[in-house]
């Protein structure tokens, strides 16, 4: 069984603050999606990440592959209210995601 | 939006009824896959269809059962509830199964068995 273990689980900061989120695994996936969740609503795909070593820039947000793939970061530079939500990992591969154990992020003013 | 629409979007049930949620998937996506959410947590992979056929199914019990439609239209079934089965329930399209293609998801369904 494939597990993402995502780090922290909880975290409450202040606008203007920065954050990473980690996301990491022992099994290698031959991809990697972030998806924010708000509350009421389903994921939405932030990401994917393919290539070891991959980092790809989303306005304030940085996202990162490991280069074995086992693992994962996204660091939030200067969060806003807007960037509260339920951030989760998933691994690729099949037909059986794999969804991390989730961080709930919340932004306050 | 994504195009991806379930109902109910709530439901409350009593411990041993059965239940059927449902999924209208995005135009043009053959896949569809449905996901058990605890409150905080990460989704938990129920099962996945794929032009009709199951295609892969996580580690939930054989009264969870499925079915997609010749429209991708997809339900997902659950006899005898247990309390445990208060979740939100998701489903998500994709145009493909075989990994990295991005998910569409509905708002979900809230399930609360009493």
């Known amino acids: 069984t494939q597990l993402l273990e995502q780090s922290p689980q909880f975290l409450s900061i202040q606008e203007g603050e920065n954050l990473t989120v980690y996301c990491n695994s022992s099994?290698?996936?031959?991809?990697l999606q972030w998806y924010r969740q708000e509350p009421g609503e389903g994921p939405v795909l932030l990401v994917t990440?393919?290539?070891?070593?991959e980092v790809k820039k989303l306005k304030r947000l940085t996202f990162q592959f490991g280069d074995a793939r086992k693992d994962s970061s996204l660091h939030i530079t200067a969060a806003q209210p807007g960037d509260t939500g339920l951030y989760l990992c998933?691994?690729?591969?099949?037909?059986?995601?794999?969804f991390g154990t989730g961080t709930q992020l919340k932004v306050e003013l | 939006e994504t195009g991806v629409t379930q109902s109910p979007t709530h439901l409350i049930k009593t411990r041993g009824q059965q239940v059927t949620l449902r999924c209208s998937s995005q135009?043009?996506?053959?896949?569809v896959s449905w996901y058990q959410q605890a409150l905080g947590q990460g989704p938990q992979f129920i099962f996945q269809?794929?032009?009709?056929?199951?295609?892969g199914r996580g580690n939930f019990p054989p009264r969870f059962s499925g079915l997609q439609f010749p429209n991708y239209s997809s339900e997902l079934n659950v006899n005898a509830l247990e309390l445990d089965d208060s979740a939100l329930y998701l489903c998500?399209?994709?145009?493909?199964?075989?990994?990295?293609?991005?998910?569409?998801f509905g708002s979900g369904t809230q399930l609360s068995v009493l």
């Open positions: 998500a399209s994709s145009s493909s199964w075989t990994g990295g293609e991005k998910l569409f």
């Open positions: 099994s290698v996936f031959s991809s």
């Open positions: 990440v393919v290539t070891g070593g």
């Open positions: 998933v691994g690729g591969g099949g037909n059986k995601l794999t």
């Open positions: 135009s043009g996506h053959n896949t």
């Open positions: 269809y794929y032009r009709e056929e199951e295609n």
